[in-house]
């Protein structure tokens, strides 16, 4: 049983090296890939976000987005209403406490961090709009409801 179970010092040294530059190139992809933390991006380009909750093996959904900002938003949300000013943060300058949560449960933090995420994911994507979009989001001018339609279809 002795000759298969025994490696040499000089191979196992190798192979650590071969990981350890693995590992490197892994964490630059995932650096390029999860810009931010509690966010990772789908196959078709949607960034979602979800965070472990405390002292279980379960997580909370927080939400799928447009943009890794927006997904960011929502993590940072929820991890300051699990872990507290002490949490760390994508945005540490951008986090606003309008009032304490009272209710932390799953459910109310993932209520509120969907609420952040879904601001931040408008104001993301229609700043990124082209401008012949920004036309279309525009509200047209109120109607006066006192004349009536003009229809190019009678005349």
């Known amino acids: 049983m002795e000759g298969g ?3 040499s010092s000089a191979n196992t ?3 650590t090296t071969a990981a350890g530059t693995q590992k490197r190139k892994h964490s630059r992809q995932q650096n390029q890939e999860k810009p931010y933390r509690g966010i990772r991006m789908r196959k078709w ?3 979602v976000a979800e965070i472990r909750e405390p002292n279980k093996r379960s997580r909370i959904w927080l939400g799928s987005y447009s943009t890794p900002i927006a ?3 929502a993590y940072d949300t929820a991890v300051f209403y699990l872990r507290g000013p002490s949490a ?3 945005f540490p300058d951008l986090i606003y406490q309008e009032d304490e949560l009272r209710d932390v449960s799953a459910a109310s933090i993932r209520k509120k ?3 952040v ?3 931040v994911d408008a104001l993301q994507t229609a700043r990124h709009a082209s401008p012949e979009d920004n036309s279309r989001v525009l509200l047209p001018e109120k109607p006066d409801l006192n004349k009536y339609p ?3 279809d009678e005349e």
């Open 117 to 119: 995420g879904a601001k």
């Open 113 to 115: 961090a969907t609420e």
């Open 71 to 73: 997904a960011a938003r």
């Open 13 to 15: 040294s190798s192979s």
């Open 150 to 152: 003009e229809n190019s």
């Open 88 to 90: 760390r943060l994508n």
């Open 45 to 47: 380009g949607k960034w």
């Open 5 to 7: 179970c025994c490696t």
